[in-house]
């Protein structure tokens, strides 16, 4: 069975602009999480899909969004980049059954020049 | 106060030895735990997932939870080298009154282990 997919593994983008990461979940499993890891803070929690619905949310800021698709696939967009969003934007998916256990996708590394 | 604390390190332990890594959590309603390993530029990946006070053993790895203490713990037997990476403890925050709470992993900062040969 695959793994968690996340599309690009590597972005440069400048300040201002906006960006859309790609996370396929593995097969079956219909819960995505979103997580952004810096070595300042650590993995901290965006938000988390079920069913199309965002059903968690983090505290980030409005400029950090997302949305899941019927086949569970799911986006997240930042958009007016700062500096500050350099960081491995990490996608994890779970059955939502039972004892949910969390398995990461490689990450997307995005850099704000 | 974090909501998940663990030392930084670095853990240094010889090879061969017990390695334990310690976590502490503040919200007492919490109800899954999990040890994820990182190695350097990787995805976290999982080691363990404890749910319920005791210690629950698989292979040269042993959780062990105590929710009155609000703490969980990894040791690490027999270590390796290729066990030297960034150990990260995680937590699910249940909401209180809901059935399904869904996903949310509040992570502490990770504990750094080197497993000298």
């Known amino acids: 069975k695959a793994g968690v997919t996340q599309t690009p593994r590597y972005l440069i983008k400048t300040r201002g602009q906006q960006v859309t990461l790609s996370c396929s979940p593995i097969?079956?499993?219909?819960?995505v999480s979103w997580y952004q890891q810096t070595p300042g803070q650590g993995l901290q929690f965006l938000f988390e899909y079920f069913s199309e619905t965002q059903r968690n949310k983090g505290n980030f800021p409005g400029r950090f969004s997302g949305r899941q698709f019927s086949n569970s696939r799911s986006e997240m967009n930042v958009s007016t980049l700062e500096l500050g969003d350099s960081a491995l934007y990490l996608c994890?998916?779970?059955?939502?059954?039972?004892?949910?256990?969390?398995?990461f996708g490689a990450g997307t590394r995005l850099s704000v020049l | 106060q974090k909501e998940v604390e663990q030392n930084s390190g670095p853990l240094s332990v010889p090879e061969g030895a017990i390695a334990s890594l310690n976590c502490t959590y503040s919200?007492?309603?919490?109800?899954?735990f999990f040890w994820y390993r990182q190695y350097s530029g990787k995805s976290p990946e999982l080691i363990m997932s404890i749910y319920s006070n005791g210690d629950k053993e698989d292979g040269r790895f042993t959780a062990q939870l105590n929710k009155a203490s609000q703490y969980v713990s990894l040791l690490i037997r027999d270590s390796q080298p290729s066990d030297s990476a960034t150990y990260l403890c995680?937590?699910?925050?249940?909401?209180?009154?809901?059935?399904?709470?869904?996903?949310?992993?509040?992570f502490g900062t990770g504990t750094r282990l080197a497993v000298r040969p």
């Open positions: 919200d007492r309603v919490s109800q899954s």
């Open positions: 995680a937590v699910n925050r249940a909401e209180s009154g809901k059935k399904s709470s869904g996903d949310k992993l509040t």
């Open positions: 097969s079956g499993h219909r819960s």
């Open positions: 994890a998916s779970s059955l939502n059954r039972g004892k949910n256990i969390q398995y």
